[in-house]
């Protein structure tokens, strides 16, 4: 059975950071491509980085140069590192993973960036 299990969500202040992280189980991890979504309520669930199984890495515009993806294989844990978080942050972040025709989802975290 595969499970995505997303953790690290919470409130922070506007300009700080937060690391989600997301631990998945009963999937070959290494080799297929992750990623993390949000959505934000009343939008549409948006891409924000996702990297494949070479460590490709591919960004949002709007989080390029302030957020951070990165695997560990060996843990079959994918983080998400968020610096200089703004209040358009806020949303629920979900994990992703995808292998050919496969795709799995966490249920989400929820990041609020708020003062």
């Known amino acids: 059975q595969v499970q995505l299990v997303e953790s690290g969500g919470g409130l922070v202040q506007p300009g700080g950071s937060l690391r989600l992280s997301c631990a998945a189980s009963?999937?070959?991890?290494?080799?297929?491509?992750v990623g993390w979504y949000r959505q934000a309520t009343g939008k549409q669930r948006e891409l924000v980085t996702t990297?494949?199984?070479?460590?490709?890495?591919n960004y949002a515009s709007s989080v390029k140069d302030r957020f951070t993806i990165s695997r560990d294989n060996a843990k079959n844990t994918v983080y998400l590192q968020m610096n200089s978080l703004k209040p358009e942050d806020t949303a629920v972040y979900y994990c992703?993973?995808?292998?050919?025709?496969?795709?799995?989802w966490g249920k989400g975290t929820l990041v609020t960036v708020s003062s």
């Open positions: 992703n993973y995808k292998l050919l025709a496969m795709d799995f």
């Open positions: 009963g999937i070959r991890f290494s080799i297929g491509a």
């Open positions: 990297m494949n199984s070479r460590g490709t890495t």
